[in-house]
């Protein structure tokens, strides 16, 4: 598994007037976004997908055909890797893998008690309250770990967050769950889990200097 994360803020407006690396066929939804930041967190989203693409087939970008689940999950058509995207508060990842694999980011911040009791089930909830790392950071460790798992599973938070039980892997950096791998950290303010079928794994740090051609304009 290789998961790849950038940040808007290490991108100039250029790359974003350009519409940066995004796959043709998702600039059509650029016109959908009011918030200026999350039409950049939409472009850089995409367009490190398609940095990922070339990296890892040695193909053009310009290749790239997505393909959807009966759930919406969408798929590369032809390549040789499963991917998944997030972003949050400016911050943008890309997984992929041989296998299916679904990746959270969230910016750690306090969650209302409502917000708690709808995401959480029982035990978490237990857990969360004894924790020493604080309840912002306890919170979005199980928030991101549930996420990353209904992403891979292609059903998205739809099918409840609380009926999941990860309150077992309290403290656990990386551990085994639901026949899952699961990968947890957190970085630069921002808590990241990623869910995937197991082995080795990479992290890269990306900036526009990865993106040449862009930079160039």
Known sequence: ????MTDVNLFDDRFFETGGYIPEEKKKDLDSFRNPLSKKEHILAWSLLSYVYEIETGKSRDGIRLVYSEKGKPYLKSAPFF?????????VLCAVSKNEVGADVQLIKAAKPSVIKRVLCENEQKVLELSSDGASVGFMRFWT?????????????????????FSSAVGQ?????????????????????????????????LTQADFPDVKKV
């Open 1 to 4: 598994m290789k998961l790849y």
């Open 83 to 91: 991917f998944n995207l997030s972003h949050s508060s400016g911050k």
């Open 145 to 165: 770990q549930k996420e990353s798992y209904l992403k891979l599973t292609g059903e998205g938070i739809s099918a409840g967050l609380s009926g999941l039980d």
């Open 173 to 205: 950096d990386r551990f085994r769950l639901f026949s899952k791998e699961f990968l947890t950290f957190s970085q630069d303010g921002f808590m990241v889990s990623v869910c995937f079928s197991g082995g080795h794994t990479e992290h890269f740090r």
